[in-house]
């Protein structure tokens, strides 16, 4: 298996897959193919492994691409926003926490679930930017993150606190929970709401510029106010229909 990345704000992913081969990859991600590509979209293990990955954002359904014939096979993957993908290589049993947008494609051999908090209040406080998967070797794995990217090298006991949307990508080794804002009038007024992740070392991790959320919030300001409100009041129902439909 090949792959090269191309482009700068908007990238492509090209893998060149041998025969016997493949890749899989949430139902939103395949940009372009080769005809001797084999597609197979199922549930990944069954209903309750599209479940687990519904809780967490993902898709209930996952397609696999496989080369077929005596050929080599290309596709390509693309993220839905500007940003970088990075390319990881995990040994058996290494594994990365991401956020819920952020798997974009991987060799069939790495698993994609639920990343469990140890601490209950990390899952029912922290709102949908503390939703985390967790991606498992062996294998190749792609992670596209919104904007650039910033690398932190955390020693044993450092912290960093951390806007949830900022949050891209960490080792397992890396302790995830959340932290009340201090000071009243930081929570009401300063914009960044009640809680900050809290990420303590030792451990790498990736985190990027540009929330998904913040790029959201920013565009609606310019919307005409009836298109907000439409947007608001079916924003529930519409939501989870196009949600299961689209697999976001």
């Known amino acids: 298996m090949n ?12 893998v060149e897959l041998s025969p016997g081969e493949s890749v899989y990859c949430q139902t939103h991600a395949m940009a372009w193919m080769t005809d001797n590509v084999q597609m197979d979209t199922t549930t990944g293990g069954g209903l309750f492994s599209g479940l687990k990955r519904s809780l967490t954002g993902g898709s209930f359904f996952i397609t696999t691409y496989s080369a077929r014939g005596p050929r080599n096979s290309r596709i390509a993957f693309a993220p839905r926003f500007p940003g970088q993908v990075l390319p990881f290589k995990l040994g058996v049993g290494e594994s990365l926490v991401c956020r819920k947008e952020t798997f974009l494609v991987a060799e069939s051999g790495v698993t994609l679930e639920i990343a ?27 992670l596209d993150l919104s904007g650039e990217v910033v690398t932190e090298e955390l020693a044993a006991g450092q912290k960093l606190l951390v806007h949830a949307g900022h949050v891209g990508i960490f080792t397992p080794s890396v302790a995830f929970d959340i932290q009340l804002v201090r000071g009243a009038r930081n929570m009401i007024f300063g914009g960044e709401g009640i809680f900050l992740a809290s990420l303590t070392g030792p451990g790498r991790l990736w985190l990027q510029s540009m929330p998904i959320l913040n790029l959201a919030e920013s565009i609606a300001h310019y919307l005409p106010q009836n298109e ?12 989870i229909v196009g949600g299961l439909l689209r697999g976001r």
């Open 228 to 239: 907000v409100k439409d947007a608001t009041a079916g924003g529930v129902i519409g939501g």
């Open 3 to 14: 792959a090269s990345i191309s482009g700068t704000t908007l990238q492509t992913v090209l």
């Open 116 to 142: 469990f908090q140890q601490k209950l209040g990390a899952a029912f406080f922290g709102g949908d930017g503390f939703i985390l998967q967790r991606v498992t070797g062996p294998g190749k794995v792609w």
